[in-house]
Structure formats: C-alpha cells, structure tokens
C-alpha cells in the first residue's frame, strides 16, 4: 500500500483482483464514457479490464498498477508505464500515464491532483524528465484539469474502436516537463 495523503493511497492491482476491477470499471468507466459508445462502453469495459487482458498488462516490463482508495474505499485506478517515449521527444526520459479513472463521487475533492502530485514526485526522484497521457477531446473536463496542472497540447490521433461514435474518436497527447 502506497500513502499518497491522509485519504489517498494506492493498492497494488494482482491478477487476482479482475472481478474487483470489472466491477469497479463497470460503474466508473461508463458513467464516465457511455455516450461515447454504440454499446455504453460495454466492449470497452469487457475487453480492457478482462482477466486475458490485466495478466497481459501486469507482465509488461515497467508498469505499475493500482486501485485508488479514498477514505479507505476502492474508487478507480492509476496505471503508469514507466520508460515509454513520446513519438517525436525520445531524447527526453519518459513516462506515460496510461490510466487514470476515478468515480464521479470523488471529483472536485483533489484526489486526482494529488495522484498526479506524487506521480510527479516519484519521477523526480527516478531522474525522469517528461510525463504524458492521452486524453479524450470530448471530454473537456478532463482537458482542462490537465492544463490547470501544466500539461500542455502536443499531438492527437484518432481512435479505431468499431462501437466508438465516429465524432468522439480523436484523442490528444499531453505532456508536462518535470525537470
């Protein structure tokens, strides 16, 4: 367990965990994300946070993954791929924020800030030099939560997911200098 603040920490996902994971994505995934979808996230849910696909995540190299408690209660997950470069900056030491999903009931009560806070941290004191993540367009709450923190716009792609709606599809790299 990792104390991020008297109300944050961070528990180690295992592959043991999957049901708890579904369950937790079930509800926070689509409240977040359902109208993005042909489906109301269900694919997405059903394929990312399966057993197959966690025991994929878990062996690759560099990769750490968590449920976030709050108060002591499980209310999303952080997962950080230590060592992957961003297209274009690969002289940089980076990392990427691969997810962050955490329950509409803990917005606004700085548990994000403080996740991203330590995250900073922790790659300070591991010499790295850049963190990244992608987020969705569409979702400007999000976007702009970034952007208060110092991330800043560098590229974007566009999602190939068959149930995604076609206008919901483009998602933007950004990234903040830590050093």
């Not at 990427?96 to 800030?113: A, E, F, S």
Request: hydrophobic residues 35%.
């Amino acid at each position: 367990m990792i104390r991020i603040s008297n109300t944050i920490q961070l528990q180690e996902i295992k592959v043991k965990d999957f049901k708890v994971l579904k369950t937790l994505m079930n509800d926070v995934y689509k409240e977040a994300y359902k109208h993005f979808w042909k489906d109301a996230g269900e694919w997405y849910v059903q394929s990312q946070f399966s057993k197959i696909n966690l025991e994929k995540e878990l062996s690759e190299d560099n990769t750490s993954y968590y449920f976030v408690l709050f108060k002591t209660e499980i209310v999303g997950v952080f997962r950080v791929l230590w060592d992957k470069k961003l297209l274009g900056l690969e002289n940089k030491k980076s990392l990427k924020l691969h997810r962050i999903y955490l329950h509409q009931n803990t917005q606004g009560k700085g548990v994000g800030k403080e996740l991203l806070n330590w995250l900073e941290e922790e790659a300070r004191k591991k010499q790295y030099e850049l963190i990244w993540l992608d987020t969705m367009d569409e979702q400007p709450q999000a976007f702009e939560f970034y952007k208060k923190l110092g991330y800043q716009y560098y590229s974007h792609c566009f999602l190939d997911f068959e149930l995604l709606f076609d206008e919901v599809r483009k998602m933007s790299q950004v990234y903040k200098n830590i050093t």
